[in-house]
């Protein structure tokens, strides 16, 4: 859905530099021009507390402030890292209306609050590119990217799948591990599940498909997408299978479609997926 409004920007997880909110809000204006949304980067993105953006109670008051505040319309999720697990349940028994109608954008680490806002049908959860990417190499193309999606709804952002129809739903492979036996996994039967990986050896990958395809409700889903699997680790021992062929094994054993690749991943291309089904114009 098209942003009505501002867009506002927090750190659940590890802080932002502040050259990088500056890099993003120039990219928007050499974009948009006069036109340009708003972004306002909320100063929790800058604020440090060891490996966080604040503390645990700074980083869910900023939250939960961007998301009931009727003056954005999105809200951008700054970076990953670590710590969105760690923002406070309390927060999600206070998101109001107004927090039920925005869009959350973000990947990685954010996986968990995209999943605990899917479970709790609060607002449009997106997995795509984050103010951080704007780092990356040609990463310019993941923000304009971003912004196309927000400001836009621009169906060329989206990841071919988002096409379909079909519901859908996309996420970091260890952070869905790790949602497994919690109550913020959502109810993903009949979803084309979407997975990528960064920086994890061919065993930790191989890991954590045991957990998520041995899962019960994942095994309900209508199918699996493998997403680029980078940056991944030499062992010492040759692991002898790579992502792809580690995929379809642990699709096949649990009787889940292996449904082919899908463009996502921890890089500048990363597209967009909304999750649930998307209707597009």
Not at 99 to 115: E, F, I, V
Not at 226 to 231: A, F, I, Q
Request: glycine share 8%; proline share 5%.
């Amino acid at each position: 859905m098209k942003t009505k409004g501002k867009i506002a920007v927090v750190a659940p997880a590890s802080r932002l530099a502040p050259e990088t909110a500056e890099k993003v809000t120039a990219l928007a204006l050499r974009l948009y021009g006069a036109a340009a949304p708003e972004i306002f980067f909320h100063p929790q993105c800058f604020l440090s507390a060891g490996h966080f953006a604040g503390s645990d109670a700074e980083r869910s008051a900023a939250f939960l402030d961007v998301a009931n505040d009727g003056a954005y319309g999105a809200v951008w999720f700054a970076r990953g890292g670590y710590g969105s697990c760690r923002i406070e349940d309390r927060v999600f028994s206070e998101l109001n209306e107004n927090a039920r109608q925005k869009t959350y954008l973000g990947y990685s680490d954010m996986g968990n609050l995209l999943a605990r806002l899917y479970a709790a049908r609060a607002g449009q959860p997106v997995h795509g590119p984050m103010p951080q990417d704007i780092n990356r190499s040609n990463g310019d193309a993941a923000i304009t990217r971003a912004l196309a999606w927000l400001i836009d709804a621009d169906p060329k952002a989206l990841e071919p799948v988002a096409q379909s129809g079909k519901k859908i739903a996309a996420f970091n492979l260890t952070i869905l591990s790790h949602l497994i036996g919690t109550p913020w996994l959502p109810d993903l039967s009949g979803h084309i599940i979407l997975v990528e990986e960064v920086s994890e050896y061919h065993y930790r990958i191989d890991r954590a498909f045991f957990t998520v395809t041995s899962n019960e409700a994942i095994r309900r889903a209508a199918g699996i997408m493998l997403g680029r699997c980078s940056d991944i680790p030499e062992n010492a021992v040759a692991f002898g299978s790579d992502e792809e062929a580690i995929c379809r094994y642990w699709c096949e054993r649990s009787g889940i479609p292996y449904l082919g690749r899908a463009d996502i991943g921890h890089d500048a291309s990363n597209r967009i997926v909304p999750f649930g089904r998307v209707l597009t114009a």
